[in-house]
């Protein structure tokens, strides 16, 4: 089993470090990982403009491809993977959950922004109008509706099997509003094919 953690977004880098949170899976056997993918600045500021507005979906598929290749060098397999990504990297996880689930053997999203398309169209939210730099402008620029679209997590939910999910959100989170992830999970309820247990955690 390997653990795989990724964020890529807003040119924030995730250099290796110790943590002794992770020293538990490890005493149970896992391999961990950080996927440094594009959107994230880890290969200077290109690496970052290469992962936003309209280069996107760079973000998830660098990601799968991360995956992909650690499973071919022998690392792990595939649907031995547990993945995890919070707000921006929460997105990056719901993308990754719609596009290749047969991937991940769980995906914990922490505060996801899986609403997108919604959230940039609502100029009234606070932080709306200075989010349009980093995904666009989907009111004005019907080009930037129809890629938000193509990759919204929450718009692109399938009738298909999931792995197991743990979403969590926050009540007054400024950042990511609490409806996110509850829309997303009860979508994905309504939607999946599978039984695996999904939970929704909403810190109050």
């Known amino acids: 089993p390997l653990y795989l953690y990724a964020y890529g977004a807003y040119g924030h880098a995730i250099p290796p470090g110790f943590s002794t949170g992770r020293l538990s899976l490890l005493d149970r056997g896992f391999a ?5 993918i594009r ?3 880890d290969l200077g500021q290109q690496w970052y403009h290469d992962g936003k507005l309209d280069k996107r979906n760079n973000t998830f ?3 799968v491809d991360v995956a992909e290749r650690l499973i071919a060098a022998g690392w792990t397999s595939a649907g031995r993977i547990a993945i995890e990504g919070g707000s921006a990297g929460g997105e990056l996880m719901g993308a990754v959950a719609n596009s290749n689930p047969e991937l991940w053997g769980a995906v ?4 996801p922004f899986v609403d997108v398309l919604n959230t940039m169209m609502d100029p009234d939210l606070p932080l709306t109008p200075g ?3 980093e995904w666009g402008n989907p009111i004005e620029d019907k080009a930037a509706f129809d890629l938000i679209r193509s ?6 939910v399938a009738a298909q099997d999931y ?16 409806w996110e992830p509850a829309k997303w999970a009860a ?9 695996h247990i999904l939970l929704l955690k909403t810190n109050m």
Do not use: C, M, Q
């Open 32 to 36: 961990y990982a950080i996927a440094h």
């Open 39 to 41: 959107g994230g600045d």
């Open 61 to 63: 598929n660098d990601f």
């Open 108 to 111: 914990v999203a922490v505060v």
């Open 131 to 133: 989010e349009w730099p």
């Open 151 to 156: 990759y919204s997590p929450y718009d692109n």
């Open 163 to 178: 792995p197991p999910l743990f979403i969590s959100g926050g009540l007054n989170d400024p950042r990511v509003t609490y």
């Open 187 to 195: 979508k994905l309820r309504a939607t999946k094919t599978d039984d």
